[in-house]
């Protein structure tokens, strides 16, 4: 079973940054791809960022320029970094990752982001 721990979520005003990180249980080289979903209140679960077993990245527009994913084979583990933070990023966070085609199977229990203005 694969378990996902995301951490760093946290209160931050506008502007500022915050970093995520994401540790699995088994090395990340056993996933086709790993990202980063966010869900806001009342909203549906989005992917923010993504990146694939060979290191490519994609990004939502909303978060271009301002996040970036990025990982440590060594550590097993995936991160975010964000900055510019805006009030409308407050969601709850989540690691996923995948060893499937088109869905992500593997989900963290999430972490909370809260932007004040």
């Known amino acids: 079973q694969v378990q996902l721990v995301e951490s760093g979520g946290g209160l931050v005003q506008a502007g500022g940054s915050l970093r995520l990180s994401c540790a699995a249980s088994r090395s990340i080289f056993n996933f086709n791809g790993m990202a980063w979903h966010r869900q806001a209140p009342g909203k549906e679960r989005e992917l923010v960022a993504d990146?694939?077993?060979?290191?490519?990245?994609n990004y939502a527009d909303s978060v271009k320029g301002r996040f970036t994913i990025s990982r440590s084979t060594a550590k097993n583990q995936v991160y975010l970094q964000m900055s510019s933070l805006k009030p409308e990023d407050t969601a709850v966070y989540y690691c996923?990752?995948?060893?499937?085609?088109?869905?992500?199977?593997?989900w963290g229990q999430g972490t909370q982001v809260t932007v004040s203005s």
């Open positions: 990146i694939t077993s060979g290191g490519t990245t």
């Open positions: 996923a990752a995948t060893t499937i085609r088109g869905a992500y199977n593997y």
